[in-house]
């Protein structure tokens, strides 16, 4: 059992850096793929990003490349992500999800991960 919390969500213009944080519980953490999804109102939830166990395999959403990094420290059972050059279509609810597979080509799909945070909410004004 794995139990995510996110923190680091909040209102900010547009422009602006935030960084998401996703601390989890559990000896196995590095063991786990991890997720980034957000879910805006009205709206499917997507993937945003991505990361392997290790941190070698990385993928983003195309409508965050090259503004939002993924990271993640094994040693303090953390990811992070990184959302820089915020833009007003970028609100929404931020949600990190854990995969007890190391990698998944599926890595986009909400049905590949098992666990999953409550969220935390990421609002850019113009």
């Known amino acids: 059992q794995v139990q995510l919390v996110e923190s680091g969500g909040g209102l900010v213009q547009a422009g602006g850096s935030l960084r998401l944080s996703c601390a989890a519980s559990?000896?196995?953490?590095?063991?786990?793929?991890m997720g980034w999804f957000r879910q805006a109102p009205g709206k499917e939830r997507e993937s945003v990003a991505a990361?392997?166990?290790?941190?070698?395999?990385?993928h983003y959403a195309d409508s965050v490349k090259g503004r939002f990094t993924i990271s993640r420290d094994n040693a303090k059972n953390t990811v992070y992500l990184q959302m820089n050059s915020l833009k007003p279509e970028d609100t929404a609810v931020y949600y990190c999800a854990a995969d007890p597979r190391y990698y998944s080509l599926t890595y986009y799909r909400e049905g590949t991960y098992d666990y999953w945070g409550q969220g935390t909410q990421v609002t850019v004004s113009s």
């Open positions: 990361i392997s166990w290790g941190g070698r395999a990385i």
């Open positions: 559990g000896r196995t953490f590095s063991s786990y793929a």
